[in-house]
């Protein structure tokens, strides 16, 4: 069995956020803890809005957009503005649940380079760096789109580009491990390891046509 679910997740700008107001942009979509967030035109790919998404005082008072998961193997490709970030000063972003057990956080190097990590759903929880395939390109920069092609097949497979570009990507992989996943969960949590984790933001956006939020599968 194969398939493709799609959403491009736009509408008018200022609208709510909501299951029903992305429905209309493609396959059916969940909106968790939708408060504070709304279409926006800040920062658009291809000339749409985006889907910006307001952070709460914790990840599960955060907007989030369920994405589910067609089955075992699957790709994931979404596209998120990634506001500069300091370096240096351990700010992490939850970018997306990989089901209900892991997480894709991202954080910056001293050079403003993203680094990408897998991690429990415990904050306090090791970082499971993943191994960087030859060849790989370098780290895109933050304070633009970034694009996240993420592969389940028998390893875990990212690939993170600056918004439209097709040459070289960061390929960090992990090993077999990770669960079966039954959704992805886009949000935009940001927090320090070292301290209560009470720094959010107001920031996150996830849109896009055509390259938009797609799960596939073989």
Partial sequence: MSGVLSN???GPVGDPLSSSALSRGGDPL???TPA???FDDTH???GLPASRLGTGHHREDTARIRLPSPGSGWA???YLWLPTMPSGDGSRRWALSIGDAD???LSTAANSDVNAVLQGRDLAAEDRPGSITPGSGPAPGTNGW???ELRRSGNLALRLYREH???QALEPTWAPGVPTVTSGTPSGTRWRPSRTPTAWTRWTAYPARRHGPRWTWP
Avoid: D, F, P, Q
Wanted: no cysteine.
């Fill in 8 to 10: 491009t997740l736009t």
């Fill in 36 to 38: 504070r967030s709304r």
């Fill in 44 to 46: 658009t790919v291809h």
């Fill in 30 to 32: 969940a909106v968790l």
């Fill in 165 to 167: 570009e097709t040459g």
């Fill in 103 to 105: 997480g894709l956080v």
């Fill in 76 to 78: 994931l490709r979404v």
């Fill in 146 to 148: 970034i694009r996240l």
